[in-house]
């Protein structure tokens, strides 16, 4: 895959901001402020927060595969080890403990 | 600023899937491929239709059908980027209209 | 692009904005915006795409080991290697199943779906309904495929909310040993490739 200029490696912990902003974002509802795991890195791409003002999408962003126990996003979850996993932008996570 | 109306992963509510399909009709298939065309000429990109279907107002965006919320993008997107107006659309419409007609 | 079909309403029922889509063709047409060539090339690109041609791929890449590694590792590289033009997807992911983990792909925010690959997606994965439970209940969603799946096994529900575009890679179904491809092809549902249902069975269940 492309290139990753972001910080966060697989494995690694992070939390999803909870931030609420107008524009084009990519970030669901139900998964910000929510906690889980770097599962893969993407690599850089286009920002669509920018390209969807007609704006050329620079810099770049990193994307990541982020991995949540299901049970931690919605509450009780019927099979324990259930996951939910977004393709989330490195702007909208930070490192947690 | 609130959850946006498309922004509906998780929202309780949500009732049991149709799994009913239907057939495009011509006005669903001219739309997708007038869409992809104006993709194909970087008229505009994926990422702004969205925007404007996010933009919508609300009630538009649920009553709507799929095909007609893509419609009504391409429209905003079009009439953005000055491309053409919506007069012109009203007026090329009209008489699309008259020639239509009741038979 | 013909106007007339004789199954087709009359145009002047048709609603407010499928009238309109007419008008902006003809305006864009009139002033060279698009062509009639490119609407016409779009009607048929779109018509080439079905999910027959992830079957081909799924059954490949159940009775050649080799070829399923390449198509993990690469899905690109192994759509042409199959001949199926994958270009229009800027990454593309396999989601592999196994006895003990299940994949599930929506797209919350929209309808995003492996189209240049797949072809249009079906009218419930783009429904509200859909978009709002396949996330919160995976495992509800799929019993009314139904699919019901034990407590031990993982589901691993995928929101494909930016560029990349998943599909299923189902799990072979029991008693195909020896099958052709092209016989496991016909087994691999759209539905499979979703990540809703398993493949459809060898043999129907009332004689396994």
């Keep these: 895959m492309n290139e990753a200029t972001g910080s966060f490696k697989p494995g690694d912990r992070v939390k999803v901001k909870f931030e609420d902003r107008p524009g084009h974002i990519r970030t669901p509802w139900y998964i910000r402020g929510k906690i889980g795991r770097i599962e893969r890195v993407y690599g850089d791409f286009l920002n669509p927060e920018m390209l969807a003002f007609g704006r050329d999408g620079l810099p770049k962003k990193t994307l990541y595969l982020v991995a949540f126990n299901h049970s931690d996003v919605f509450g009780k979850s019927a099979g324990t080890s259930d996951k939910v996993l977004v393709d989330i932008y490195d702007h909208w996570l930070e490192p947690t403990a | ?103 | ?208």
């Design chain 2, 1 to 103: 600023m609130a959850r946006g109306h498309h922004d509906i992963g998780g929202l309780p509510g949500g009732g049991p899937i149709d799994q009913s399909r239907h057939e495009l009709s011509d006005w669903e298939i001219l739309a997708d491929a007038v869409n992809q065309a104006l993709g194909a000429r970087g008229v505009k990109r994926t990422d702004e239709m969205r925007r404007a279907r996010e933009e919508m107002d609300s009630s538009g965006y649920r009553d709507m059908t799929y095909y007609e919320r893509w419609i009504a993008s391409i429209e905003t997107i079009l009439v953005e980027k000055k491309i053409l107006t919506k007069d012109e659309i009203d007026r090329k419409l009209a008489e699309l209209d008259s020639k239509w007609g009741e038979p």
């Design chain 3, 1 to 208: 692009m013909s106007e007339d079909h004789g199954h087709e309403h009359p145009k002047h029922e048709l609603s407010y904005y499928a009238k309109r889509i007419y008008a902006i063709r003809d305006l864009l047409l009139e002033k060279g915006v698009i062509t009639e060539k490119d609407i016409q090339c779009q009607i048929e690109y779109q018509e080439a795409r079905s999910p027959a041609n992830g079957a081909k791929l799924i059954a490949r890449a159940w009775i050649d080991p080799v070829f399923k590694q390449r198509f993990i590792a690469d899905p690109k590289a192994a759509c042409a290697e199959m001949g199926i033009d994958a270009t229009a997807i800027n990454e593309f992911v396999v989601l592999e199943n196994t006895e003990k983990i299940r994949h599930m792909v929506v797209c919350t925010l929209c309808s995003c779906y492996p189209r240049p690959i797949l072809g249009r997606p079906p009218d419930w994965y783009k429904s509200f309904n859909y978009r709002q439970r396949a996330v919160a209940d995976p495992r509800g969603v799929m019993c009314e495929f139904g699919l019901e799946l034990p407590d031990d096994v993982e589901v691993r529900v995928h929101d494909s909310t930016a560029d990349i575009r998943y599909i299923v890679l189902p799990l072979r179904p029991r008693g195909t040993e020896g099958w052709s491809e092209k016989d496991l092809a016909k087994l691999v549902t759209r539905d499979s490739m979703i990540g809703v249902m398993n493949a459809l069975p060898a043999i129907p269940e009332e004689f396994q």
